[in-house]
């Protein structure tokens, strides 16, 4: 028994360094996290801004935000949050079966138009 001490210390020592680099690089994310919980937030409102905008017949303001969260797409097609929110044309999952057809002109041209 006590020739298995010494390796015994060992595996807890190496579970310690494990252990507290894992810990080091969680506490890191969830800093990270923190600091940009307000853009986060921002970012996780957009869809509810648009169908906001959609419902309250703010046309223009829908077709403002669809550009911008399309522009977040192009220069962030490697963050997940931004291309889950941004899938495809936004202000199509909130228009109601009797949209403005003024507004629906304007967002198929909108749609419709070369990158």
């Not at 906001?52 to 399309?70: C, H, I, N």
């Not at 522009?71 to 999952?93: C, M, N």
Request: hydrophobic share 35%; aromatic share 8%.
């Amino acid at each position: 028994m006590l020739l298995d001490l010494p390796s015994l210390n060992q595996s807890c020592e190496q579970f310690c360094k494990r252990a507290g680099t894992e810990i080091m690089q969680r506490r890191a994310l969830n800093h990270l996290v923190l600091e940009h919980h307000s853009e986060l937030l921002d970012l996780l409102e957009i869809p509810e801004l648009m169908d906001t905008y959609v419902r309250g017949e703010f046309y223009d303001e829908a077709l403002q935000l669809e550009s911008f969260t399309q522009t977040l797409k192009k220069k962030h097609p490697d963050i997940t949050i931004i291309q889950s929110i941004v899938i495809s044309p936004l202000a199509t999952k909130f228009l109601p079966p009797k949209t403005n057809s003024s507004f629906q002109c304007r967002w198929t041209m909108y749609v419709d138009r070369p990158n």
